[in-house]
């Protein structure tokens, strides 16, 4: 029972370039999250799907496209990064009935655009 | 509009001694709060929560206190330990059925051997 895993866990791009990052969870969760983490500013929603087949965006959405691919993965994609999306990007995920409102977290992504 | 907020950004203690870990929060709306720990390179991970319904819970060497009056919660860490040190994220959720979280800033807790 690996939790929630995500790919790559570092990558470096040139502004412009596009990229997805993948996040995976084998806890049969419906609710599945994407978060941003700057310095000094907390994690910030970027999208969510509270099941399969459906997203809803988040605090921070610009610039970023999400797809949940399955039941268990859910993708978020860099159409044309800049330095703005430079962040540790956090996948996590939540089922109502089992975990309340705990959500469980991946190791993170770490994202550097120049 | 930061609708969780965590005014101390670090917070350093003696091993053995108690950490007061602060949040204060301005949704009305929200009825279940979390805190989570979260280590350098690591994702968060879940430490305790406690309902609107509830004033206090428990964990082994951690506590959550809820003042609903004060939109006020904190996090009671005795004894504190070395391990201990890590960055605590406080959260909030609405009630409604959305399992949506708020984070604050954090509170980078220091614990001194």
């Known amino acids: 029972n690996a939790g929630v895993t995500q790919t790559p866990k570092f990558q470096v791009l040139k502004t412009g370039q596009s990229m997805t990052l993948q996040c995976a969870q084998d806890m049969n969760h419906n609710s599945m999250y994407w978060y941003r983490q700057d310095p000094g500013m907390g994690l910030r929603l970027i999208y969510y799907s509270a099941s399969e087949g459906t997203t809803d965006k988040g605090e921070v959405p610009n610039g970023y496209n999400v797809s949940r691919l399955n039941k268990r993965e859910f993708s978020l994609r860099l159409e044309s990064a800049a330095p703005s999306q430079t962040s540790v990007y956090f996948c996590?995920?939540?089922?109502?009935?089992?975990?309340?409102?705990?959500?469980?977290f991946g190791p993170g992504t770490r994202l550097l655009v120049l | 509009d930061q609708q969780v907020k965590q005014n101390s950004p670090s917070l350093s203690v003696q091993e053995g001694r108690i950490s007061i870990l602060n949040c204060d929060y301005t949704?009305?709306?929200?009825?279940?709060f979390l805190w989570y720990k979260k280590y350098p390179a690591e994702g968060p991970t879940f430490l305790i929560s406690?309902?609107?319904?509830?004033d206090k819970n428990e964990d082994g060497r951690f506590t959550v206190f809820l003042n609903k009056s004060a939109k006020h919660l904190s996090l009671h860490i005795v004894p504190s330990q070395p391990g201990d040190s890590a960055v605590y994220f406080c959260?909030?959720?609405?009630?409604?059925?959305?399992?949506?979280?708020?984070f604050g800033k954090g509170t980078k807790l220091t614990v001194n051997p």
């Open positions: 996590a995920s939540s089922e109502a009935w089992q975990t309340g409102r705990t959500q469980y």
């Open positions: 406690i309902s609107s319904i509830k």
């Open positions: 959260a909030a959720s609405e009630e409604g059925g959305s399992e949506k979280l708020v």
């Open positions: 949704n009305s709306m929200f009825d279940y």
